[in-house]
């Protein structure tokens, strides 16, 4: 069974690479067709918001400045703490001490939120494990080997008393994935 799923997977994310590009025949047009092919093609494109250009057009330069300013002055502290040393900034950087200095420089910028990523990331992994742990648990049947006379049988572990039961169950845990995740996505992107 696993390596059935793991073969859909795997066909899935082929297939999707497949489709990513459509190559159009154009050998049985005329140069007329082709021509007005390529002027829809051209109208489609500017039309189209590509990703590129919307990337563009969503860059807030009060939040570019943000991140150069940050840059900045973590430069800024870095230099300054050498200079208060007495040695140069690059030799500074190789010593322990400066990479210590850098280190609490970007955590004390920086920590909140990469404690933010890492704790959601963990926070996501664990608390989704648990519910597909308790989906398997209660959905999916347990493989029983018998030793005496070698037969497989699959024994369901959980007996619900309805069919609407067992399907309450598969929506419930399927609720509680998609909001862990929106919750865990919120916590590591704010």
């Excluded at 500074?92 to 990479?99: D, P, V």
């Excluded at 609407?164 to 998609?178: E, K, L, M």
Aim: with cysteine; charged share 20%; proline share 2%.
């Amino acid at each position: 069974m696993k390596k059935a799923l793991i073969l859909l997977v795997f066909v899935c994310f082929i297939s999707s690479i497949c489709v990513a590009q459509t190559i159009i025949g154009t050998d049985g047009l005329t140069e007329e067709q082709r021509a007005q092919l390529a002027l829809q093609v051209a109208q489609m494109k500017k039309d189209n918001n590509s990703p590129a250009t919307s990337l563009v057009d969503k860059v807030n330069p009060e939040e570019l400045n943000k991140w150069v300013d940050l840059g900045k002055n973590i430069g800024v502290a870095i230099a300054a703490t050498a200079k208060e040393l007495g040695v140069a900034a690059d030799e500074f950087l190789k010593t322990n001490t400066g990479k210590l200095t850098v280190a609490l420089i970007v955590w004390h910028i920086m920590g909140p939120d990469i404690l933010g990523a890492v704790g959601g990331t963990i926070a996501w992994f664990i608390l989704v494990s648990i519910v597909i742990w308790s989906f398997r648990y209660f959905h999916m049947k347990k493989k029983v080997v018998n030793k005496k006379d070698s037969t497989v049988e699959y024994v369901k572990r959980h007996d619900f008393e309805s069919d609407d039961a067992r399907t309450g169950s598969a929506v419930v845990h399927v609720i509680a994935f998609v909001a862990i995740t929106i919750a865990c996505g919120i916590i590591i992107f704010p």
